[in-house]
């Protein structure tokens, strides 16, 4: 089963249990893919990877936000959605295999400067780690 046909059946699922974060959010990660397909972009199982990543950054980054301002509240439905939209994303590599992958990637590129070899990284691994633990390994290589 695809991720976008495990979504609407947890919808449904939610809908039943009547469950309103765990609703809420599936409902928007599956109007952002809506939002993809009226822009005309190919929906896949990586785009719907890619949405699902970018949904679960928001979330982080709001958390960050609401602890800063104090507001305990927020950050436990944030955190709540996250724990959801973690539920669909593919588990993310360990650190030695990232540094591994990573290694290779940096072999591979003439140019060693930090742009260059971010940026070939980013495209081999097509999301397999996120971009923030990706820079700091690289960085570490590139030392």
């Keep these: ?81 996250l724990k959801i939209i973690e539920g669909y994303l593919p588990a993310e590599m360990s650190d030695e295999e990232l540094t591994a992958k990573l290694k290779d990637v940096v072999a591979s590129c003439e140019d060693k400067s930090f742009g260059v070899v971010m940026k070939a990284s980013m495209a081999a691994l097509k999301g397999a780690a996120d971009g923030k633990r990706i820079s700091a390994i690289l960085k570490q290589i590139l030392q």
């Design 1 to 81: 089963m695809s991720t976008i046909e495990k979504l609407k059946e947890d919808l449904k699922t939610y809908m039943k249990a009547k469950d309103m974060v765990s609703l809420n959010t599936v409902r928007g990660i599956l109007n952002e893919i809506n939002i993809r397909e009226m822009k005309n972009i190919k929906i896949n199982e990586e785009e719907v990877i890619k949405v699902l990543r970018s949904e679960a950054k928001k979330r982080k980054e709001s958390i960050e936000t609401f602890e800063k301002a104090g507001r305990t509240d927020l950050t436990e439905k944030e955190l709540k959605e």
